[in-house]
């Protein structure tokens, strides 16, 4: 039976990168049983009546519930979310801080993805300034994001960011808000406004999980293969060199 020698430095760099690619797939595993259960929630909910602003505040669990809002925007304090793509075209979101006057609170509405073809040109886009009936639903990030910061400069608007933290844009404002971002359902005051529940569906994490498990076999394989052909080729080698004859 050939022995296993494979050396130290490929058995460190294996101890090293083994835990951390069947870590990562199983981390996938994870994330995706957490979408399988954040789809089945907005299932359920989305078939929900909205109910009054006032009474989601009240909410627990407020993930995806739909909520009905009158009141009024305020176009003077708008968030435009970056580098957001629909079929193919770059494009924002925008979002804009909404007073609902039953329960008299603020309400950050993301009212929809619109183009933005040309960077060297401000968005365009316009703030509906009747008093409004609006029905959104709450949608509450799965995972960390990029804040706003609450120092930031208060005057600069409307203000681009790649995510946005409502908390922190109350703070700036000295505004009671709700702490989480409310979309838009179509209506006279929305763009576009066909976002998907979660970003990354539960098959994509699956299939995320398979390339880092294939990983995780492959370095393993490679790993027993040299170390059981190391020695032969070892062997070979000093046969070589100490077999050969010098003729003159």
């Given at each position: 039976?050939?022995?296993?020698?494979p050396?130290?430095?490929?058995?460190?760099?294996?101890?090293?990168?083994?835990?951390?690619?069947?870590?990562?797939?199983?981390?996938?595993l994870?994330?995706?049983?957490?979408k399988?259960?954040l789809?089945?929630?907005?299932?359920e909910?989305?078939?929900?009546?909205p109910?009054?602003?006032?009474q989601?505040?009240?909410?627990?669990?407020?993930?995806?519930r739909?909520?009905?809002?009158?009141?009024?925007?305020?176009?003077e304090?708008?968030?435009?979310?970056?580098?957001?793509?629909?079929?193919?075209?770059a494009?924002?979101?925008?979002?804009?801080?909404?007073?609902?006057?039953?329960?008299g609170?603020?309400?950050?509405?993301?009212?929809?993805?619109?183009?933005?073809?040309?960077?060297?040109?401000?968005?365009?886009?316009?703030?509906?300034?009747?008093?409004?009936?609006?029905?959104?639903?709450?949608?509450?990030a799965?995972?960390?994001?990029?804040?706003?910061?609450?120092?930031?400069?208060?005057?600069e608007f409307?203000?681009?960011?790649?995510?946005?933290?409502?908390?922190?844009?109350?703070?700036?404002l000295?505004?009671?808000?709700?702490p989480?971002?409310l979309?838009?359902?179509?209506?006279?005051?929305?763009?576009?406004?066909?976002?998907?529940?979660v970003?990354?569906?539960?098959?994509?994490?699956?299939?995320?999980?398979?390339?880092?498990?294939?990983?995780?076999?492959?370095?393993?394989?490679?790993?027993?293969?040299?170390?059981?052909?190391?020695?032969?080729?070892?062997?070979k080698?000093?046969?070589?060199?100490?077999?050969?004859?010098?003729?003159?």
């Open positions: 039976m050939r022995p296993f020698r050396g130290l430095v490929p058995t460190l760099v294996v101890l090293a990168l083994l835990p951390l690619l069947v870590g990562l797939g199983f981390w996938q994870g994330r995706a049983d957490e399988r259960a789809l089945n929630v907005y299932a909910r989305e078939i929900e009546a109910v009054p602003a006032g989601l505040l009240e909410q627990a669990d407020p993930a995806y739909r909520v009905h809002l009158r009141g009024h925007f305020d176009g304090h708008s968030l435009l979310l970056d580098s957001r793509m629909r079929d193919g075209h494009g924002v979101e925008l979002l804009q801080p909404f007073f609902d006057e039953p329960s609170h603020w309400w950050l509405v993301n009212r929809g993805w619109l183009p933005w073809p040309d960077r060297r040109v401000a968005a365009s886009f316009d703030t509906p300034q009747a008093t409004l009936d609006l029905t959104a639903w709450v949608y509450i799965p995972g960390a994001s990029f804040l706003l910061r609450a120092d930031a400069p208060a005057g409307p203000r681009l960011l790649n995510s946005a933290e409502p908390t922190h844009l109350w703070a700036q000295a505004r009671d808000g709700y989480y971002e979309r838009l359902e179509a209506g006279p005051a929305s763009y576009r406004v066909d976002w998907p529940p970003a990354l569906s539960p098959e994509k994490h699956l299939g995320y999980a398979v390339q880092w498990f294939a990983l995780a076999t492959a370095l393993i394989a490679l790993y027993l293969y040299f170390g059981w052909h190391r020695h032969d080729k070892k062997e080698s000093h046969g070589s060199r100490h077999g050969t004859t010098r003729h003159v």
